[in-house]
């Protein structure tokens, strides 16, 4: 709900602080004092449009602070979630306008496009005036009434996952056979490219170890000419390195006397001159054994040019082969009788069209169910607001094709007939300013049990008329704040006397500036201003004592 409405330098409100509560909350004052100022600052709010002229005289900018409690607007929450501004169960909106008509606006103090300030406003407020949108006019909410008023919403949420299902899979189907011919083609070369792979059966890491392979197999001679020399270098010959290691111990063990500085030296002597005849051990060993395969090298070099060649074909590497094979397998399957294949998703589609059916059904048999019932709630209310002559009638539309649409089988329309005999038509061809905002009071108070719109703004609701439509007209607006939270400008006392909180804009000047003052009234003043509503400036005992019989009545009706 909201909580706080701040307004600096709009209008001819310098600076405007108000606390809200729960309730319904009146706003009066003389004409021309800057009731509406609340209105269109909280219209602002909400993501309105912005108008330079609005700002003070004098001023540089127009500052407009709304904060909500959204403990109980789980919607919001959500929102604010999903969009990363949550602030816990706080939500603040805030719009400047500057004297040369710019605009910015923030949610939780970041900067954010009014496109998002509408669309959170919407699920914190709903304002019904006369000289703005209506979000009566609208279709989507004449769905969303009926269907909170059926408790037929999570209903409504799987019927738009049912149709999410079926209208991607219909894409899909759509695009492939838009390209049935494009399609065949990339088959046909899938397969041709796969069947050729296959053949290959390159492994990972296999064209290394060929390489590997084969530079070992073509170095053959050398490696045996190399290998033999080195066996004759390390013992064979007079010249060896054995030798020399040999002759070498043999001076220092012959030293005419022990020198133990070359204890570790002699040490490292015995250790070299046993790993060297280890080591032409081993090179004898290896050149009797090796043998060259010129044959088995002819069969890796065949089997590298046919990699290479491969690789050359797909301009990669040779080395990412196996990779692409099992990309284009992947592919091959997918297309070919797979999750993208015609026969696949001509089967899901049938599949994805059966379940929504099946929910979107259940909506219908809910909604029309629920229609009948709020039609003659909605009559109810209206005759009690002298509207007995409208008919109202929520209309339920059916698409005769059946085609799956996000909000089920049907659409929804409110429809009024304003006179006996008369097709019932769109609200927004048949309805004036008053009788709209009255029809829209009868709606709103049959569902408000069930509405998530926790705040509901009225914009002089009881135009044109009195009595004791007046009287009905401010139990009614008691009683659906009551439930929630209800502002409403008003001019007439029988309205305000059954507010919960009263506020009362008046204007001043101080040193040729106007100014709009907006305050809280206690007991006294309320009985003081219903009063001034009742008999204008001259004020009688009567008056008075009527006044105060207004309020006190209010502030005990039930409805």
Known sequence: MLTQLTVSNYAIAERVELQFNKGMTALTGETG??????????????????????????????????????????????????????????????????????????????????????????????????????SLLRKDTHRKLLDEFA?????????????????????????RQQNADETEAKLQLLRYQVEELDRLALEDGEQEALEQEQATLSQADAILHCSHQA?????????????????ALQLLEQLPVEVPELADTLQMLNEAQIQISEAGDNLRRFVDDYEADPARLAEVEERLSAVYQMARKHRIGPEELPELHQRLRDELEEL??????????????????????????????????????????????????????????????????????????????????????????????????????????????????????????????????????????????????????????????QVAAQSHQHLFVSKFTDKEATFSRIEALNDQGRIDEVARMLGGVDMTEQTIAHAKEMVVKGQATHH
């Not at 949550?86 to 496009?113: H, M, V, W, Y």
């Not at 066996?231 to 002759?247: D, I, M, P």
């Not at 929804?412 to 905002?437: D, H, I, W, Y």
Request: overall charge negative; charged content about 25%.
């Open 33 to 134: 004092a800057g009731k509406s100022i609340v209105l269109d600052a909280l219209g602002l709010a909400m993501g309105g449009r912005a108008d330079a002229g609005a700002v003070r005289h004098g001023a540089k900018r127009a500052d407009i602070t709304a904060s909500f409690d959204i403990s109980d607007i789980p919607d919001a929450g959500k929102w604010l979630e999903s969009h990363d501004l949550d602030e816990k169960n706080e939500c603040i909106l805030r719009r400047t306008i500057s004297k040369d008509g710019r605009s910015k606006a923030f949610i939780n103090g970041q900067p954010s496009p009014l496109s998002q300030l509408k669309e959170l406003g919407a699920l914190l407020m709903d304002i019904h005036s006369q000289h703005q949108h209506q």
């Open 151 to 175: 408790g037929a919403e999570q209903l409504a949420e799987h019927t738009k996952a049912a149709w999410k299902n079926w209208h991607q899979t219909q894409q899909k189907l759509h695009q």
């Open 231 to 247: 066996a004759q270098l390390c013992t064979e010959e007079e010249s060896s390195a054995g030798n020399s290691l040999r002759h």
């Open 336 to 493: 070919d009788g797979g999750a993208g294949s015609l026969e696949q998703l001509e089967a899901e589609l049938e599949k994805y069209k059966a379940e929504f059916d099946a929910v979107a059904a259940q909506l219908s048999a809910k909604r029309e169910q629920a229609a009948a019932e709020l039609d003659q709630r909605i009559a109810h209310e209206l005759a009690q607001l002298s509207m007995p002559s409208v008919q109202f009638v929520t209309h339920l539309n059916r698409d005769k094709d059946g085609v799956p649409a996000p909000h089920g089988l049907e659409d929804t329309e409110f429809l009024v007939s304003a006179n006996p005999g008369q097709p019932a038509r769109p609200l927004a061809k048949v309805a004036s300013g008053g009788e709209l905002s009255r029809i829209s009071l009868a709606i709103q108070v049959v569902v408000a049990q069930t509405s998530t719109t926790p705040t509901l703004v009225f914009d002089e609701v009881d135009v044109g008329i009195g009595g004791g439509t007046a009287e009905v007209v401010g139990r009614l607006l008691r009683s659906l704040g009551s439930n929630g939270q209800v502002l409403c400008v008003t001019h007439l006392p």
